[in-house]
């Protein structure tokens, strides 16, 4: 069974912090991994790594995924309070590419 | 920028009675998904949906729930008898063909279901 590991699961920054979220995977058959930035509704669609130690970047976030140590970290910087949301971590797995979901890391902004 | 819509937003309902939540995919993407979340919990895969068939379900989706791609357009899950733990937010997703599109997901906004 595939399973998707995210710490932490919370984090309280104020404006302008730097914030690192972990993801570690276990999967039978990888292929990539996913983040995702949930505010109150629908998870929308942030990276896709399918290769090690290329970084992936829009504005003030990146993603770099390391399939030997098989986990990947996403960066914020100049945190905003926009920036407040669960952010999830999930990886595609079986014929048909179902997601697994990780618990998700909460993040909050303060100004 | 294409999305994926659901309806409704929200819908109460009595445990037992019968529930269709109803997805809108992107237009031109042919693999479809439902997802739900329960508070607090993780997003947890139901079915996958392809070629007018299911392709995958997880152990969750027992004989309760049914889905159905009633035309071109649409995508729907049906709750035939709910129960109280059904309450839940239920996602939809979908994706384009091709390696990976195919494992890029875009998500609708849910449909919070509450069974009383």
Redesign the interface.
Known sequence: EDKVVQSPLSLVVHEGDTVTLNCSYEVTNFRSLLWYKQEKKAPTFLFMLTSSGIEKKSGRLSSILDKKELFSILNITATQTGDSAIYLCAVPGGSNYKLTFGKGTLLTVNP | EPE?TQTPSHQVTQMGQEVILRCVPISNHL?F?W?RQILG?????LV?F?NNEI??K?EIFDDQFSVERPDGSNFTLKIRSTKLEDSA?Y?C?S?GTGH?Y?????????TRLLVL
């Open positions: 994926v693999y998904y997802y919990q993780k997003v947890e895969f996958s392809y392709s995958e997880s937010m996602f997703a994706s990976l195919q494992e890029t997901q875009y998500f609708g906004p849910g």
